[in-house]
């Protein structure tokens, strides 16, 4: 409860790079094989790792 104002900076800033990362790496996909289709398709890359990153964060015991 005490630590709840730097969570939300990591959230702050986690937001601020993902809304650079996310248009970057699909223009430079969509550039790099002239598909932006593959350029959307991209972002399963980012969506595997925030998956993986969850995964491993514990669980609260109730």
């Not at 937001?15 to 932006?36: E, H, R």
């Not at 980012?46 to 015991?61: A, T």
């Amino acid at each position: 409860k005490e630590k709840a104002n730097e969570f939300f900076g990591f959230y702050n800033i986690f937001g601020k790079f993902a809304s650079i990362m996310g248009p970057l790496l699909v223009a430079m996909t969509a550039q790099l094989t002239g598909n932006s289709s593959l350029g959307v398709f991209s972002l399963v890359i980012l969506f595997i790792i925030g998956f993986v990153i969850l995964m491993k964060v514990p669980e609260p015991e109730v």
